[in-house]
């Protein structure tokens, strides 16, 4: 198998919209400038129009597109986020990940655990709610298996000869990107010191830094 080691950790809010933010800075920001500047050039284009014949249509509706398309270009990725992290909220679950590192390839186990779990209770007049001190209560504490296990495991490998992979460090996070379009934040807060130094160590001996 060629393991390297693994580590688990998990993200908050507040490390998801951080790691999105590097994600668009790495690969969205410069793209946004170089549009900036081209919509900029259509603006002024557009006034020296409206100043030299302000009954002209073409100048007001030049100028209104690009203005808006700019304002836009700006805007979306904070409505995206936001969207994003108020549909983890709605989501109600918590996810834990274990990344474990091989020679040739990086595994990731996704865990998703449901937030809020009702116990309930088969019984002759349906199926009820379990309430705390009850008989159906006890019998759960005595046997936990009788309660179904709602975590669900997802596993995602990326293959290193065949995947762009690029890891960075940002404050307190340790950054995966892959393949332009993905992104696995991992909190410092979850390793200890040996696993970030092996951790990066890693992904210097591969060239993916």
Known sequence: MNETFSVGFDNTPEEIAAAYKAFQN???????????????????????????DPSGPMGWIAGGLALGILVFNWIKPVIVEKKMLASMAELGTDEHYTMTLYDDRIEIETEIIQAETEIVAVTPEGVIPVEEGSDAAKEIAE???????DTQVQKTVYRLAETEIVMSEQRDLLLV????????????????????????????EKALT
């Open 26 to 52: 790495r690969y969205t920001l410069r793209r946004k400038v170089i549009y900036t500047v081209v919509y900029l050039i259509v603006i002024v284009l557009a006034a020296d129009l409206i100043l030299k």
């Open 143 to 149: 046997h936990p298996e009788l309660v179904r296990d």
């Open 177 to 204: 990107f892959v393949n332009r379009s993905y992104i696995h934040c991992i909190p410092e807060r979850c390793l200890s010191t040996e696993e970030i130094l092996a951790f990066k160590a890693y992904f210097e």
